[in-house]
């Protein structure tokens, strides 16, 4: 089969296309022809080197939409999606023709999605269905979504919205937020972070409960637009990995810090995620991925130095 593949790390040369043996899946796994994979920044990052646990050599790739060609009786010919920590740092992942993972690892793929849709969402939606779920995100829930115009920022808004809550979108550009606007949401314009709190509470009275910063470099301005007993969600930082941290107020206020990792769910835990927001395509009240790239398998390497030179474009690999 064909598969991109690394034997070394810290350059992008390293990944190459090569035509190696299919996998046979072992006992309670399927073997997967995948049909679109996802390609996210963390992906072109382990490839650099970033994630030191990462074994060699490897198929890289997280994100995946396929058939089941062997595996349980059940599963033969099922149209299944998927993501997880393992796939590509340290198991075979996706960006290949074929991939075998555990049975209990693939979800079925919703029916509104094409199979490149649905490769395009498994890391920005689990990532964003736990920031919710673990901040306690429900219905009323005044949530405050900053950089809401990246994927996951993207994935929380919708997310956000079918579970109830009063919604709050930030971006930087005028733009973005009147893109925003036309999809129905409230939104502002970020300023400088001592603004912060007073923009918040221009919008929530009180506040909001939960605040979720996909940027990284938030935090500390968050806190001031913090409600009492509000959660603060983050899922980046600055790039030595350390923020002055007002705490102080934050815990007059009664506040908290969630930390929220993709990297701690394996497939069988991700399955688990996709199968609970996935219904919300079919049911009509999830947006359908649109703006998507699709790009030959043999053109891979191209897209992994494109989104490593900054490219905001959601690359979809075909096998």
Known sequence: MN??????????A????????????AAGDVLVQIKAAGLNPSDVKNVLGRFPYTTLPRIPGRDFAGVVVQGPQALLGQE?????RDLGFFADGSHAQ?????????ARKPAQLSFAQAASLGVPYTTAWDALERSGVGSGTRLLVIGANGAVGRAALALGKIRGAQVLAAVRRADQVEALQAEGYTAIALAEPDALGA?????FEGGAEVIFDTTGFWLPAAVAGLAPFGRIAIIAAPADGHVQLPALALYRKGGSVVGINSLLYNCEQCAVMLA???RFFDEGTLPLPTGLREVALADGVACYDA????????FILLP
């Open 199 to 203: 923009q918040v509470h221009g919008v």
């Open 14 to 25: 390293a990944l190459r296309l090569v035509d190696i043996p299919t996998p046979v899946p």
């Open 276 to 278: 609970q927001f996935g």
């Open 80 to 84: 299944v999606w998927g993501t997880g």
């Open 307 to 314: 989104v490593n030179r900054g490219s905001a474009d959601k």
């Open 3 to 12: 598969a991109l593949q690394f034997s070394a790390t810290g350059d992008l």
């Open 98 to 106: 074929y991939l075998t993972v555990s049975a209990q690892g693939v």
